[in-house]
């Protein structure tokens, strides 16, 4: 089955300054690779995707970059704010449905 | 409003004591799954649903039910429940069967004693 590894697992980066979030996967059947966020307490939200077909999508300050060839992926957040800080979940499925989540990055944005 | 909801968000029971968590969508959507999450384990996948009457087992399936009857019902049910199923629960709708973005519900708090 798929196998997705997330790193690093805490990421502490001062207000302004530009975080990354990298994470790996396993099946070359996976096409789809969503990243959501999840606020203490609260539910995951879908922040950006990408489908296999797209190498980088951008959407304000957030990015996410994809190498197939190398089946890796990346979150870029540019400018953090305080606010952003969250746990951040990279996660990978296919056409069958079965989706697998890595275990989840928790960003601290320092004032 | 456009949402996922899950009932009962807290449930305290014991072990052996049939449960079952509700989840219902009114987008519409064909794709509803079932997550638990525990501390340092990220989402874990319990069960999935293309559509009406297909269910597939997710990554951590042992010791749940589900069922698809309705397209905006997918219950979640624990026959015997053990203290190793004390977790966070997450049910989540998305709007094809496919590899597209979840909702996620509140979640389900659940403690087995």
């Known amino acids: 089955g798929e196998n997705v590894e997330q790193h690093p697992s805490t990421l502490s980066v001062q207000e302004g300054d530009s975080a990354v979030i990298k994470c790996t996967y396993s099946?070359?059947?996976?096409?789809?690779f969503p990243w959501y966020k999840q606020e203490l307490g609260k539910r995951p939200q879908l922040i950006i995707d990408?489908?296999?077909?797209?190498g980088e999508k951008k959407d304000q300050r957030i990015a996410v970059t994809l190498n197939k060839t190398a089946k890796h992926f990346s979150l870029h957040i540019t400018e953090t704010q305080p606010e952003d800080s969250a746990v951040y979940f990279c996660a990978a499925s296919g056409n069958a449905g079965k989706s697998t989540f890595g275990d989840g990055t928790t960003l601290t944005v320092k004032p | 409003e456009a949402q996922v909801t899950q009932n009962p968000r807290y449930l305290i029971t014991v072990t052996g004591k049939k449960l079952t968590v509700t989840c219902s969508q009114n987008m519409n959507h064909e794709y509803m799954s079932w997550y638990r999450q525990d501390p340092g384990l990220g989402l874990r996948q319990i069960y999935y649903?293309?559509?009406?009457?297909?269910?597939d087992k997710g990554d951590v399936p042992e010791g749940y039910k589900v069922s698809r009857k309705e397209k905006r019902n997918f219950p979640l049910i624990l026959e015997s429940p053990s203290p190793n199923q004390t977790s966070l629960y997450f049910c989540?709708?998305?709007?094809?069967?496919?590899?597209?973005?979840?909702?996620f519900g509140p979640g389900t708090r659940l403690t087995v004693t």
């Open positions: 649903s293309m559509n009406v009457e297909v269910t």
């Open positions: 990408i489908r296999s077909n797209v």
């Open positions: 099946d070359s059947a996976s096409n789809y």
């Open positions: 989540a709708s998305g709007p094809a069967s496919g590899p597209y973005e979840q909702y």
